[in-house]
């Protein structure tokens, strides 16, 4: 049975880096039949793919046009995770943030974490 | 970008009856648009892919229909736990709809 375990602090302060990561069991991060996303969702801009990274003999990196320029989203083989990196975060950037699999069969995202609520405020 | 139009916002009905939801694209997205279903507190949960495929575990009772850019969501008869909220996806931007909240009338 696969699962994603998700871990990271709760507040960042506004100008700082919001940091997660999401532990995978019963896949591997470097399966080439999956993409391991992040995804958040508030209020104010619904549901919001952020980005993904995947393994096809190299790896790849995807990530939405809002946030391309502070995000970074890297894998740990070593430990079987990936991680998110959200940089010079501001209020709007409070979401609840979820990481997810797309991949065999459907190549949509079939596997989610249980979310992380973070609060950007001083 | 391709946008998605859900609509209604809401649908108020009771259970055992047909529900029908709608999603719209701004543009052709062929057939690669998925339906999710979200509870209060809870992921999202996928049940249609491909516009017409049924995820794994996802009753009978739910379909999917539609290509280009009109899409359905229908619940052939409404259960207690079927009311939640409604989104969908399409694949060319992983861009989703507003949600379609259904609830008890």
């Known amino acids: 049975q696969v699962q994603l375990q998700q871990s990271g602090p709760g507040l960042v302060e506004p100008s700082q880096t919001l940091s997660l990561t999401c532990a995978i069991s019963g896949d591997s991060v470097s399966s080439k039949s999956a993409a391991w996303n992040w995804i958040r969702q508030s209020p104010s801009r619904g549901l919001e793919w952020l980005g993904r990274?995947?393994?096809?003999?190299?790896?790849?990196?995807d990530y939405a046009v809002s946030v391309k320029s502070r995000l970074t989203i890297k894998p740990d083989t070593s430990k079987n995770q990936f991680s998110l990196q959200l940089n010079s975060v501001t209020p709007e950037d409070t979401a609840v943030y979820y990481c997810?699999?797309?991949?065999?069969?459907?190549?949509?995202?079939?596997?989610w974490g249980r979310g992380t609520l973070v609060t950007v405020s001083s | 970008e391709i946008v998605l139009t859900q609509s209604p916002a809401t649908l108020s009905m009771s259970p055992g009856e047909r529900a029908t939801l709608s999603c719209r694209a701004s543009q052709s997205v062929s057939i690669y648009l998925a339906w999710y279903q979200q509870k209060p507190g809870q992921a999202p949960r996928l049940l249609i892919y491909d516009a017409s495929n049924r995820a794994t575990g996802i009753p009978a009772r739910f379909s999917g229909s539609g290509s280009g850019t009109d899409f359905t969501l229908t619940i052939s008869s409404l259960e207690p736990e079927d009311f939640a909220v409604y989104y969908c996806?399409?694949?060319?931007?992983?861009?989703f709809g507003q949600g379609t909240r259904l609830e008890i009338k």
């Open positions: 996806l399409q694949r060319s931007n992983w861009r």
């Open positions: 990274t995947y393994y096809r003999s190299k790896w790849y990196n």
């Open positions: 997810a699999r797309d991949g065999s069969p459907s190549w949509y995202f079939d596997l």
